[in-house]
């Protein structure tokens, strides 16, 4: 499966963005499907997660998915300056995890900017 994470931008503190990760070539529903981030001089960090069995973990962000789309998004609300990163979108075809090396396809990532 490959994937193509878009939807990222520069907004100021407090607003809110929606991520999408597309699905070519696979059935992103046959996947945990995971958000990652990656700030400058600093190390990829998960964020959150959507298991190919329906559960997803949440918390200031939500993840969702659309299977008529083949897309996972992550909806960021009440961002901070802190929320700056590169945002990748990440699959696995088993449970997927918390760690990078959880996730088997990676797609490139889309650049979420926060100012204050």
């Known amino acids: 499966v490959q994937l193509q994470a878009c939807g990222g931008g520069l907004v100021q503190a407090g607003a809110s963005l929606r991520l999408s990760c597309a699905a070519s070539g696979g059935t992103i529903s046959a996947y945990t499907v995971g958000w990652f981030r990656q700030a400058p001089g600093k190390e990829r960090e998960f964020v959150t997660s959507?298991?190919k069995y329906l559960y997803s973990v949440n918390g200031r962000f939500a993840i969702s998915r659309d299977n008529a789309k083949n897309t996972v998004y992550l909806q960021m609300n009440s961002l901070k300056p802190e929320d700056t990163a590169v945002y990748y979108c990440a699959a696995d075809s088993g449970y997927g995890g918390t760690t990078t090396e959880d996730y088997d396809h990676w797609g490139r990532g889309t650049q979420v900017t926060v100012s204050s």
């Open positions: 959507i298991s």
